[in-house]
Nanobody, 115 residues
Framework: QGQLVESGGALVQPGGSLRLSCAAS????????MRWYRQAPGEQREWVAQ???????IYGDSVKGRFTISRDNAKITVYLQMNSLKPEDTGVYYC?????????WGQGTQVTVSS
């Protein structure tokens, strides 16, 4: 079994920055593809960004140019650097790890962008 624990969520003003972390443990290793998702109140969960084991990244259109996903394979940790935050970035941010049929989700961390 694998576990994912997100951290770093907070209340931040519009235009501010925040860095989320997702620490993996158990059976999750550096061969997993890692993704961030978010879910706003009353909305469906939305994919945000992805990073492959080799470090290739792709982003959702709504965050492209503002968010950066990265990973530290030695620590089995993935990060999401969020800049120029907007109120519409508010939501619970979830980390996901996948490899073949293995699929793990974290419990989420709350990000609120408000003045």
């Amino acid at each position: 079994q694998g576990q994912l624990v997100e951290s770093g969520g907070a209340l931040v003003q519009p235009g501010g920055s925040l860095r989320l972390s997702c620490a993996a443990s158990g059976s999750i290793s550096e061969i997993y593809t890692m993704r961030w998702y978010r879910q706003a109140p009353g909305e469906q969960r939305e994919w945000v960004a992805q990073i492959t084991p080799g470090g290739l990244t792709i982003y959702g259109d709504s965050v492209k140019g503002r968010f950066t996903i990265s990973r530290d394979n030695a620590k089995i940790t993935v990060y999401l650097q969020m800049n120029s935050l907007k109120p519409e970035d508010t939501g619970v941010y979830y980390c996901r790890a996948t490899w073949l049929r293995n699929d793990y989700w974290g419990q989420g961390t709350q990000v609120t962008v408000s003045s």
